[in-house]
Nanobody
Framework: QVQLVESGGGLVQAGGSLRLSCAAS????????MEWHRQAPGKQRELVAI???????NYAHSVKGRFTISRDNAKNTLYLQMNSLKPEDTAVYYC?????????????WGQGTQVTVSS
């Protein structure tokens, strides 16, 4: 079994910064894609950023230029640096990882961490 644990959420004023972390543990041979998603109250969950195991990244238009996704493969940890935060960034942020073990790949989700941006 694999666990993903997010941390780093909190309350910040507009224009501020936060850094989220997502640590993966358990039966892990390798991790392919890692992603950050978010879900605001009353809205569907949306993809924020994605990073491959070689470091290629892609971002939602709404966060491009403000957020940076990165990963430490040696630590099986995913990060999201969020700068110039806006009230509309308020949401629960979830990490997702495509984990391989014994040749089988499965998707895992973290429990989420709340990010609240005040105006």
């Amino acid at each position: 079994q694999v666990q993903l644990v997010e941390s780093g959420g909190g309350l910040v004023q507009a224009g501020g910064s936060l850094r989220l972390s997502c640590a993966a543990s358990g039966r892990i041979f390798s991790i392919n894609l890692m992603e950050w998603h978010r879900q605001a109250p009353g809205k569907q969950r949306e993809l924020v950023a994605i990073i491959t195991n070689s470091g290629s990244t892609n971002y939602a238009h709404s966060v491009k230029g403000r957020f940076t996704i990165s990963r430490d493969n040696a630590k099986n940890t995913l990060y999201l640096q969020m700068n110039s935060l806006k009230p509309e960034d308020t949401a629960v942020y979830y990490c997702r990882a495509q984990v391989f073990d014994a040749g089988v790949g499965r998707d895992y989700w973290g429990q989420g961490t709340q990010v609240t941006v005040s105006s």
